[in-house]
Protein backbone atom coordinates (compact mmCIF):
# COMPACT_ATOMS: atom_id res chain seq x y z
CA UNK A 1 0.00 0.00 0.00
CA UNK A 2 1.69 3.42 -1.28
CA UNK A 3 1.86 5.89 1.56
CA UNK A 4 -0.65 8.63 0.85
CA UNK A 5 -3.04 5.73 0.68
CA UNK A 6 -2.25 5.33 4.44
CA UNK A 7 -2.85 8.53 5.29
CA UNK A 8 -6.06 8.71 3.35
CA UNK A 9 -7.24 5.94 5.47
CA UNK A 10 -5.92 7.23 8.74
CA UNK A 11 -8.13 10.79 7.73
CA UNK A 12 -11.19 8.40 6.92
CA UNK A 13 -10.90 7.11 10.38
CA UNK A 14 -10.78 10.47 11.85
CA UNK A 15 -13.47 11.62 9.97
CA UNK A 16 -15.82 8.23 10.83
CA UNK A 17 -14.80 9.07 14.74
CA UNK A 18 -15.70 12.82 14.60
CA UNK A 19 -19.33 12.07 12.85
CA UNK A 20 -19.64 9.62 15.49
CA UNK A 21 -20.14 12.58 17.86
CA UNK A 22 -22.40 14.36 16.02
CA UNK A 23 -24.86 11.66 17.12
CA UNK A 24 -24.05 9.70 14.22
CA UNK A 25 -23.07 6.95 17.22
CA UNK A 26 -22.74 4.14 14.35
CA UNK A 27 -19.63 5.77 13.06
CA UNK A 28 -17.80 4.24 16.33
CA UNK A 29 -18.44 0.59 15.40
CA UNK A 30 -16.13 0.96 12.65
CA UNK A 31 -13.89 4.01 12.95
CA UNK A 32 -11.07 2.42 14.04
CA UNK A 33 -10.27 -0.08 11.16
CA UNK A 34 -8.89 1.90 8.35
CA UNK A 35 -6.63 3.34 10.62
CA UNK A 36 -5.66 -0.35 11.68
CA UNK A 37 -4.95 -0.89 8.29
CA UNK A 38 -2.83 2.02 8.00
CA UNK A 39 -0.98 0.88 10.54
CA UNK A 40 -0.08 -2.33 9.84
CA UNK A 41 3.22 -3.46 8.48
CA UNK A 42 3.91 0.11 7.87
CA UNK A 43 6.88 1.51 9.31
CA UNK A 44 7.69 3.77 12.34
CA UNK A 45 7.70 6.83 10.43
CA UNK A 46 4.88 5.99 8.42
CA UNK A 47 2.75 4.93 11.58
CA UNK A 48 3.72 8.29 13.31
CA UNK A 49 2.98 10.73 10.33
CA UNK A 50 -0.58 8.68 10.03
CA UNK A 51 -0.89 9.01 13.80
CA UNK A 52 -0.34 12.38 13.83
CA UNK A 53 -2.68 12.89 10.61
CA UNK A 54 -5.32 10.95 12.63
CA UNK A 55 -5.02 13.14 15.53
CA UNK A 56 -5.03 16.20 14.46
CA UNK A 57 -7.96 15.76 12.12
CA UNK A 58 -10.23 14.00 14.55
CA UNK A 59 -9.30 17.13 17.39
CA UNK A 60 -9.92 19.61 14.11
CA UNK A 61 -13.36 19.11 13.67
CA UNK A 62 -13.90 17.83 17.62
CA UNK A 63 -13.33 21.27 18.92
CA UNK A 64 -13.79 23.30 16.08
CA UNK A 65 -16.53 24.94 17.93
CA UNK A 66 -13.99 26.71 20.09
CA UNK A 67 -13.26 29.46 16.78
CA UNK A 68 -16.73 31.10 18.05
CA UNK A 69 -15.15 31.88 21.46
CA UNK A 70 -13.46 35.35 22.15
CA UNK A 71 -10.63 33.17 23.30
CA UNK A 72 -10.22 31.49 19.40
CA UNK A 73 -6.77 31.56 19.27
CA UNK A 74 -6.36 29.24 22.07
CA UNK A 75 -8.08 26.83 19.33
CA UNK A 76 -4.67 25.39 17.54
CA UNK A 77 -3.04 24.60 21.51
CA UNK A 78 -5.84 22.69 22.48
CA UNK A 79 -6.10 20.32 19.63
CA UNK A 80 -2.56 19.80 18.69
CA UNK A 81 -1.93 19.26 22.73
CA UNK A 82 -4.73 16.54 22.27
CA UNK A 83 -3.52 15.47 19.27
CA UNK A 84 -0.26 14.20 20.78
CA UNK A 85 -2.95 11.89 23.03
CA UNK A 86 -3.43 9.91 19.88
CA UNK A 87 -0.11 10.14 18.52
CA UNK A 88 0.72 7.60 21.82
CA UNK A 89 -1.72 5.76 21.32
CA UNK A 90 -1.51 5.54 17.34
CA UNK A 91 3.11 4.19 17.99
CA UNK A 92 1.82 1.53 20.69
CA UNK A 93 -0.42 0.10 18.17
CA UNK A 94 2.29 0.32 15.18
CA UNK A 95 4.02 -2.02 18.06
CA UNK A 96 1.42 -4.30 18.75
CA UNK A 97 0.34 -4.87 15.10
CA UNK A 98 4.18 -5.23 13.40
CA UNK A 99 5.70 -7.13 16.52
CA UNK A 100 2.96 -9.15 18.11
CA UNK A 101 1.85 -12.13 15.79
CA UNK A 102 -1.34 -13.92 17.86
CA UNK A 103 -4.79 -12.27 16.43
CA UNK A 104 -6.16 -12.40 19.43
CA UNK A 105 -3.93 -11.26 21.70
CA UNK A 106 -3.61 -8.31 19.28
CA UNK A 107 -7.45 -7.96 19.73
CA UNK A 108 -7.61 -7.20 23.29
CA UNK A 109 -4.25 -5.19 23.35
CA UNK A 110 -5.45 -2.38 21.02
CA UNK A 111 -8.28 -1.42 23.50
CA UNK A 112 -6.18 -1.88 26.47
CA UNK A 113 -4.48 0.75 25.04
CA UNK A 114 -6.98 3.20 23.79
CA UNK A 115 -8.63 2.78 26.88
CA UNK A 116 -5.49 3.60 29.14
CA UNK A 117 -4.56 6.43 27.08
CA UNK A 118 -8.87 7.60 27.08
CA UNK A 119 -7.80 7.00 31.13
CA UNK A 120 -5.27 9.81 31.20
CA UNK A 121 -6.72 12.02 29.60
CA UNK A 122 -8.87 12.59 32.69
CA UNK A 123 -6.36 13.15 35.25
CA UNK A 124 -4.46 15.93 36.54
CA UNK A 125 -5.27 19.30 36.27
CA UNK A 126 -5.28 19.06 32.32
CA UNK A 127 -7.98 16.70 32.30
CA UNK A 128 -10.12 17.29 28.86
CA UNK A 129 -12.29 14.42 28.57
CA UNK A 130 -14.08 15.45 24.76
CA UNK A 131 -13.64 12.64 22.59
CA UNK A 132 -13.78 9.49 24.93
CA UNK A 133 -15.15 6.88 22.30
CA UNK A 134 -17.91 5.37 25.18
CA UNK A 135 -19.65 9.05 24.99
CA UNK A 136 -20.56 7.96 21.49
CA UNK A 137 -22.93 5.73 22.24
CA UNK A 138 -25.08 7.60 25.10
CA UNK A 139 -28.32 7.35 23.06
CA UNK A 140 -27.48 3.12 23.26
CA UNK A 141 -28.80 2.77 26.68
CA UNK A 142 -28.44 -1.09 26.92
CA UNK A 143 -24.50 -0.27 26.27
CA UNK A 144 -24.04 2.09 28.26
CA UNK A 145 -25.52 0.50 31.63
CA UNK A 146 -22.45 -1.30 31.88
CA UNK A 147 -20.42 1.65 32.90
CA UNK A 148 -22.44 0.87 36.38
CA UNK A 149 -19.20 -1.49 36.87
CA UNK A 150 -16.68 0.10 34.26
CA UNK A 151 -17.35 3.45 34.29
CA UNK A 152 -16.99 5.05 30.24
CA UNK A 153 -14.33 2.88 29.91
CA UNK A 154 -15.79 0.19 29.05
CA UNK A 155 -18.07 1.32 26.59
CA UNK A 156 -15.06 2.36 24.78
CA UNK A 157 -13.80 -1.23 25.33
CA UNK A 158 -15.96 -2.95 23.53
CA UNK A 159 -16.17 -0.35 20.75
CA UNK A 160 -12.38 -0.29 19.64
CA UNK A 161 -12.84 -4.18 20.51
CA UNK A 162 -15.54 -4.88 18.07
CA UNK A 163 -12.92 -2.45 15.46
CA UNK A 164 -9.94 -4.55 15.97
CA UNK A 165 -12.06 -7.52 15.15
CA UNK A 166 -13.01 -6.71 12.56
CA UNK A 167 -10.23 -5.88 11.34
CA UNK A 168 -8.33 -9.27 12.06
CA UNK A 169 -11.10 -10.63 10.25
CA UNK A 170 -10.62 -8.69 7.26
CA UNK A 171 -6.75 -9.51 7.46
CA UNK A 172 -7.22 -13.34 8.15
CA UNK A 173 -9.22 -13.35 5.07
CA UNK A 174 -6.44 -11.64 2.80
CA UNK A 175 -3.63 -13.74 4.45
CA UNK A 176 -5.34 -16.88 3.90
CA UNK A 177 -8.53 -16.56 1.31
CA UNK A 178 -10.33 -18.21 4.11
CA UNK A 179 -13.49 -16.41 6.40
CA UNK A 180 -12.80 -16.89 9.73
CA UNK A 181 -15.41 -15.20 11.93
CA UNK A 182 -14.07 -16.79 15.52
CA UNK A 183 -12.34 -12.83 16.20
CA UNK A 184 -15.90 -11.62 15.29
CA UNK A 185 -17.67 -14.01 17.32
CA UNK A 186 -15.68 -12.68 20.15
CA UNK A 187 -16.72 -9.10 20.16
CA UNK A 188 -20.13 -10.06 19.33
CA UNK A 189 -20.32 -12.56 22.70
CA UNK A 190 -19.12 -9.17 24.51
CA UNK A 191 -21.63 -6.83 23.23
CA UNK A 192 -24.40 -9.55 23.51
CA UNK A 193 -23.44 -10.29 27.24
CA UNK A 194 -23.23 -6.13 28.13
CA UNK A 195 -26.40 -5.44 26.25
CA UNK A 196 -28.06 -8.36 28.00
CA UNK A 197 -27.08 -6.82 31.46
CA UNK A 198 -27.81 -3.42 30.30
CA UNK A 199 -31.69 -4.24 29.34
CA UNK A 200 -32.36 -5.99 33.01
CA UNK A 201 -30.64 -2.65 34.94
CA UNK A 202 -32.68 -0.29 32.98
CA UNK A 203 -35.64 -2.36 33.72
CA UNK A 204 -34.91 -2.13 37.72
CA UNK A 205 -33.66 1.80 37.42
CA UNK A 206 -36.40 3.51 35.23
CA UNK A 207 -37.98 6.27 36.39
CA UNK A 208 -41.43 4.94 37.34
CA UNK A 209 -39.97 2.08 38.60
CA UNK A 210 -37.77 4.33 41.06
CA UNK A 211 -40.48 6.16 42.24
CA UNK A 212 -42.58 3.30 43.30
CA UNK A 213 -39.75 2.56 45.62
CA UNK A 214 -39.70 3.40 49.85
CA UNK A 215 -36.40 6.77 48.07
CA UNK A 216 -36.81 10.30 49.85
CA UNK A 217 -38.34 12.40 47.21
CA UNK A 218 -37.60 16.45 46.48
CA UNK A 219 -39.40 18.44 44.40
CA UNK A 220 -37.31 20.92 42.75
CA UNK A 221 -37.75 23.55 40.72
CA UNK A 222 -34.22 24.34 38.13
CA UNK A 223 -34.14 27.98 37.28
CA UNK A 224 -32.87 28.04 33.39
CA UNK A 225 -32.02 31.89 33.52
CA UNK A 226 -31.08 32.54 29.87
CA UNK A 227 -28.60 35.32 30.45
CA UNK A 228 -26.37 36.02 27.20
CA UNK A 229 -22.22 36.09 27.94
CA UNK A 230 -21.66 39.34 29.44
CA UNK A 231 -24.60 40.83 30.65
CA UNK A 232 -24.37 38.68 33.79
CA UNK A 233 -24.46 40.79 37.49
CA UNK A 234 -25.68 44.09 35.62
CA UNK A 235 -28.75 43.97 37.38
CA UNK A 236 -27.61 42.45 40.96
CA UNK A 237 -29.53 39.39 40.46
CA UNK A 238 -32.62 41.24 38.80
CA UNK A 239 -31.79 39.38 35.45
CA UNK A 240 -32.06 35.31 37.15
CA UNK A 241 -35.05 35.82 38.37
CA UNK A 242 -37.58 33.40 36.75
CA UNK A 243 -41.20 34.64 35.92
CA UNK A 244 -43.98 33.23 38.21
CA UNK A 245 -45.88 29.96 37.59
CA UNK A 246 -49.37 31.49 38.51
CA UNK A 247 -50.66 33.71 40.89
CA UNK A 248 -50.39 33.19 44.30
CA UNK A 249 -47.44 31.05 43.94
CA UNK A 250 -44.26 31.69 42.11
CA UNK A 251 -42.92 28.34 42.10
CA UNK A 252 -45.11 25.02 41.04
CA UNK A 253 -47.17 24.83 44.52
CA UNK A 254 -44.91 21.58 47.16
CA UNK A 255 -41.64 22.63 45.12
CA UNK A 256 -39.03 22.19 47.71
CA UNK A 257 -36.19 23.20 46.22
CA UNK A 258 -35.04 25.66 43.80
CA UNK A 259 -31.89 25.57 41.98
CA UNK A 260 -29.91 28.17 40.06
CA UNK A 261 -26.91 27.30 37.86
CA UNK A 262 -23.72 28.24 38.40
CA UNK A 263 -22.06 31.74 39.08
CA UNK A 264 -25.16 33.37 38.36
CA UNK A 265 -24.50 35.97 41.18
CA UNK A 266 -21.25 37.94 41.69
CA UNK A 267 -19.83 38.04 45.45
CA UNK A 268 -22.04 37.33 48.59
CA UNK A 269 -25.90 37.78 48.39
CA UNK A 270 -25.81 40.86 50.25
CA UNK A 271 -23.88 42.50 47.48
CA UNK A 272 -26.90 41.46 45.33
CA UNK A 273 -29.53 43.36 46.77
CA UNK A 274 -32.18 42.85 44.11
CA UNK A 275 -32.00 39.50 44.43
CA UNK A 276 -31.87 39.09 48.11
CA UNK A 277 -35.26 41.29 48.91
CA UNK A 278 -36.51 38.61 46.13
CA UNK A 279 -35.23 35.58 47.63
CA UNK A 280 -35.52 36.50 51.29
CA UNK A 281 -39.24 37.39 50.65
CA UNK A 282 -39.92 34.11 48.80
CA UNK A 283 -37.98 30.92 50.25
CA UNK A 284 -40.00 32.32 53.43
CA UNK A 285 -43.37 32.83 52.11
CA UNK A 286 -43.25 29.35 49.87
CA UNK A 287 -41.10 27.61 52.63
CA UNK A 288 -38.40 26.87 49.93
CA UNK A 289 -34.61 25.34 49.93
CA UNK A 290 -32.08 27.26 47.39
CA UNK A 291 -28.89 26.15 46.07
CA UNK A 292 -27.39 28.80 43.63
CA UNK A 293 -24.10 29.34 42.30
CA UNK A 294 -21.92 32.66 42.91
CA UNK A 295 -18.48 33.57 42.86
CA UNK A 296 -17.63 33.84 46.68
CA UNK A 297 -14.33 36.28 47.85
CA UNK A 298 -12.57 37.31 50.79
CA UNK A 299 -13.29 40.70 52.20
CA UNK A 300 -10.21 42.32 50.23
CA UNK A 301 -11.35 40.26 46.94
CA UNK A 302 -8.08 38.82 46.72
CA UNK A 303 -9.38 34.95 47.19
CA UNK A 304 -12.51 33.68 45.12
CA UNK A 305 -14.14 30.48 44.46
CA UNK A 306 -17.17 29.36 42.38
CA UNK A 307 -19.27 27.82 44.88
CA UNK A 308 -22.69 26.28 45.42
CA UNK A 309 -24.49 27.48 48.00
CA UNK A 310 -27.72 25.69 50.22
CA UNK A 311 -29.99 28.54 51.77
CA UNK A 312 -32.49 27.76 54.11
CA UNK A 313 -36.05 29.65 54.07
CA UNK A 314 -34.53 32.34 56.48
CA UNK A 315 -31.65 32.73 53.87
CA UNK A 316 -29.24 31.22 55.87
CA UNK A 317 -26.57 29.18 54.08
CA UNK A 318 -26.87 25.69 55.80
CA UNK A 319 -23.71 24.27 53.39
CA UNK A 320 -21.49 25.15 50.47
CA UNK A 321 -19.01 23.49 47.76
CA UNK A 322 -16.79 24.79 46.16
CA UNK A 323 -15.19 23.54 42.43
CA UNK A 324 -12.14 21.38 42.65
CA UNK A 325 -11.45 21.43 39.14
CA UNK A 326 -11.38 25.08 37.93
CA UNK A 327 -10.80 25.10 34.05
CA UNK A 328 -7.05 25.69 33.93
CA UNK A 329 -6.25 29.32 31.67
CA UNK A 330 -10.15 30.19 32.11
CA UNK A 331 -10.78 30.13 35.62
CA UNK A 332 -7.65 30.28 36.65
CA UNK A 333 -3.76 29.82 36.09
CA UNK A 334 -2.23 26.87 37.23
CA UNK A 335 1.58 26.72 39.57
CA UNK A 336 1.97 29.69 37.99
CA UNK A 337 5.78 29.70 39.03
CA UNK A 338 6.21 26.53 36.63
CA UNK A 339 4.02 27.42 33.90
CA UNK A 340 4.17 31.20 33.66
CA UNK A 341 5.32 31.00 29.86
CA UNK A 342 1.78 29.99 29.40
CA UNK A 343 0.51 33.52 31.02
CA UNK A 344 -0.69 34.65 27.33
CA UNK A 345 -3.11 31.58 27.11
CA UNK A 346 -4.90 32.45 30.30
CA UNK A 347 -7.76 34.79 29.86
CA UNK A 348 -9.38 34.05 33.11
CA UNK A 349 -10.90 37.41 34.95
CA UNK A 350 -9.88 36.25 38.06
CA UNK A 351 -7.77 34.05 39.69
CA UNK A 352 -10.01 30.83 41.51
CA UNK A 353 -8.52 28.77 43.93
CA UNK A 354 -9.73 25.18 44.14
CA UNK A 355 -12.03 23.27 46.39
CA UNK A 356 -10.42 20.83 48.34
CA UNK A 357 -13.05 18.53 49.32
CA UNK A 358 -15.73 16.36 47.59
CA UNK A 359 -17.79 16.37 50.17
CA UNK A 360 -22.19 16.66 49.19
CA UNK A 361 -24.20 19.52 50.56
CA UNK A 362 -26.52 18.16 53.62
CA UNK A 363 -30.23 19.36 52.74
CA UNK A 364 -31.73 18.96 56.24
CA UNK A 365 -34.57 16.17 56.52
CA UNK A 366 -33.60 14.90 53.06
CA UNK A 367 -30.26 13.61 52.99
CA UNK A 368 -27.06 14.82 50.70
CA UNK A 369 -27.46 16.65 47.67
CA UNK A 370 -23.67 16.45 45.63
CA UNK A 371 -22.74 19.27 43.39
CA UNK A 372 -20.43 19.21 39.88
CA UNK A 373 -19.86 22.73 38.52
CA UNK A 374 -18.94 23.97 34.89
CA UNK A 375 -17.38 20.71 33.38
CA UNK A 376 -16.31 19.01 36.43
CA UNK A 377 -19.18 16.46 35.01
CA UNK A 378 -16.61 15.38 32.40
CA UNK A 379 -14.94 13.58 34.67
CA UNK A 380 -16.04 10.42 35.92
CA UNK A 381 -13.99 10.47 38.88
CA UNK A 382 -15.45 14.07 40.36
CA UNK A 383 -18.70 12.84 40.13
CA UNK A 384 -17.98 9.18 41.74
CA UNK A 385 -16.05 10.09 45.15
CA UNK A 386 -18.67 13.16 45.86
CA UNK A 387 -21.70 9.59 45.36
CA UNK A 388 -19.16 7.43 47.40
CA UNK A 389 -19.15 10.23 50.43
CA UNK A 390 -23.10 9.83 50.49
CA UNK A 391 -24.78 12.00 47.75
CA UNK A 392 -28.09 10.52 47.11
CA UNK A 393 -28.11 12.61 43.68
CA UNK A 394 -25.76 14.77 41.96
CA UNK A 395 -26.53 18.58 41.05
CA UNK A 396 -24.79 19.85 37.87
CA UNK A 397 -24.48 23.85 38.27
CA UNK A 398 -23.09 25.05 34.78
CA UNK A 399 -22.81 28.31 32.73
CA UNK A 400 -22.38 27.65 29.13
CA UNK A 401 -23.10 31.32 28.16
CA UNK A 402 -20.04 31.68 26.46
CA UNK A 403 -20.72 28.45 24.13
CA UNK A 404 -23.58 29.81 22.37
CA UNK A 405 -25.63 27.85 20.33
CA UNK A 406 -22.04 25.34 19.72
CA UNK A 407 -22.40 21.62 19.98
CA UNK A 408 -21.18 21.80 23.53
CA UNK A 409 -24.00 22.48 25.93
CA UNK A 410 -25.69 19.01 23.71
CA UNK A 411 -22.40 16.88 24.41
CA UNK A 412 -22.27 18.61 28.47
CA UNK A 413 -25.55 17.25 28.78
CA UNK A 414 -24.52 13.76 27.10
CA UNK A 415 -21.72 13.91 30.30
CA UNK A 416 -24.35 14.41 32.71
CA UNK A 417 -26.28 11.90 31.85
CA UNK A 418 -23.35 9.27 31.94
CA UNK A 419 -22.86 10.04 35.46
CA UNK A 420 -26.28 9.18 35.95
CA UNK A 421 -26.14 5.71 34.61
CA UNK A 422 -22.47 5.26 36.27
CA UNK A 423 -23.06 6.33 39.47
CA UNK A 424 -27.11 5.12 39.72
CA UNK A 425 -28.70 8.24 41.07
CA UNK A 426 -30.70 10.98 39.63
CA UNK A 427 -28.84 13.95 37.97
CA UNK A 428 -30.21 17.39 37.82
CA UNK A 429 -28.12 19.16 34.85
CA UNK A 430 -28.73 22.89 35.43
CA UNK A 431 -27.21 25.39 33.19
CA UNK A 432 -27.72 29.27 32.24
CA UNK A 433 -28.80 29.09 28.85
CA UNK A 434 -29.36 25.82 28.32
CA UNK A 435 -29.86 22.61 28.09
CA UNK A 436 -31.18 22.50 31.62
CA UNK A 437 -32.73 18.40 32.07
CA UNK A 438 -33.74 16.16 35.06
CA UNK A 439 -31.79 12.66 33.80
CA UNK A 440 -33.07 9.14 35.82
CA UNK A 441 -30.71 6.81 37.13
CA UNK A 442 -31.55 4.70 33.97
CA UNK A 443 -30.03 7.72 32.00
CA UNK A 444 -33.35 8.34 30.50
CA UNK A 445 -33.89 12.71 30.18
CA UNK A 446 -37.24 13.22 32.03
CA UNK A 447 -37.61 16.80 31.19
CA UNK A 448 -35.96 19.51 29.41
CA UNK A 449 -35.54 22.81 28.40
CA UNK A 450 -33.66 23.86 25.25
CA UNK A 451 -30.80 25.95 24.71
CA UNK A 452 -32.08 29.72 25.06
CA UNK A 453 -34.92 29.27 26.61
CA UNK A 454 -35.78 31.37 30.07
CA UNK A 455 -38.05 28.72 32.02
CA UNK A 456 -38.11 26.56 35.00
CA UNK A 457 -38.08 22.59 34.76
CA UNK A 458 -40.60 21.00 37.44
CA UNK A 459 -39.75 17.09 38.99
CA UNK A 460 -39.38 15.06 41.63
CA UNK A 461 -35.65 13.59 42.10
CA UNK A 462 -35.27 10.41 44.56
CA UNK A 463 -32.14 10.00 46.86
CA UNK A 464 -30.72 6.50 46.14
CA UNK A 465 -28.30 5.62 48.78
CA UNK A 466 -27.71 1.85 46.75
CA UNK A 467 -24.07 2.61 45.07
CA UNK A 468 -23.30 0.84 42.04
CA UNK A 469 -19.62 -0.98 41.47
CA UNK A 470 -18.45 1.87 39.78
CA UNK A 471 -19.07 4.35 42.08
CA UNK A 472 -18.03 2.08 45.35
CA UNK A 473 -14.41 0.82 43.72
CA UNK A 474 -13.71 3.50 40.67
CA UNK A 475 -11.75 2.10 38.19
CA UNK A 476 -10.52 -1.40 39.38
CA UNK A 477 -12.07 -3.33 36.40
CA UNK A 478 -10.03 -0.99 34.19
CA UNK A 479 -7.04 -1.85 36.74
CA UNK A 480 -6.97 -5.27 36.60
CA UNK A 481 -7.91 -5.65 32.96
CA UNK A 482 -4.95 -4.32 32.39
CA UNK A 483 -2.76 -5.79 34.80
CA UNK A 484 -4.04 -9.00 33.85
CA UNK A 485 -3.09 -8.28 29.79
CA UNK A 486 0.19 -6.78 30.87
CA UNK A 487 1.10 -10.41 32.41
CA UNK A 488 -0.02 -12.24 29.47
CA UNK A 489 1.45 -9.78 27.15
CA UNK A 490 4.43 -10.29 28.93
CA UNK A 491 4.25 -14.24 28.67
CA UNK A 492 4.04 -14.00 25.51
CA UNK A 493 6.78 -11.72 24.68
CA UNK A 494 9.21 -14.27 26.63
CA UNK A 495 7.80 -17.69 25.20
CA UNK A 496 8.35 -16.11 21.89
CA UNK A 497 12.01 -14.70 22.51
CA UNK A 498 12.76 -18.18 23.86
CA UNK A 499 11.33 -19.92 20.82
CA UNK A 500 13.45 -17.52 18.62
CA UNK A 501 16.29 -18.16 20.50
CA UNK A 502 16.14 -21.94 20.05
CA UNK A 503 15.40 -22.06 16.43
Given at each position: ?87 VTGIIIHFIL ?23 RSQTFLAFTT ?373
Amino acid sequence: MKFYHKMLLALLSALFLFLSFKELGFFAWFSLIPFLFALYRSSLKQSVACSIIFGIGFFIGLTYWITELITKYVWPFIFLFLSVYLLVTGIIIHFILNRISQPYLRIFLIPAVWILVEFLRSQTFLAFTTGTLGYSQHSFLPLMHITRFTGIYGVSFILILFNAAVFETVIFYLNYKKLNLRFFAVSLSFLLLFSVYGIISMNRNLDRVIRNKDFTEIKIAAVQPNIAFGKKYSDRGKEIIPLPYSSPHYFLPGTELVIFPESVLWGSIEENDYFKNWAEKLLKTENLYMIIGQYIHNNSQTEWYNSAILYDPGLKPEGQYNEVHPIPFSQYMPMPRVLGFLKFLDFSKINLIPGTDYEPLDFPGKGKLGINICFESTIPDIARKIRNNGAGAILVLSDNSSLYDSIVPWHHLIFSKVRAIENGCYVVHSTNTGITAIIAPDGDIIKKIDIYQKSVVYGSIYLIPDRTFYAKFGNLILYLYLGALSIITLVFLIKTGIEKSQR
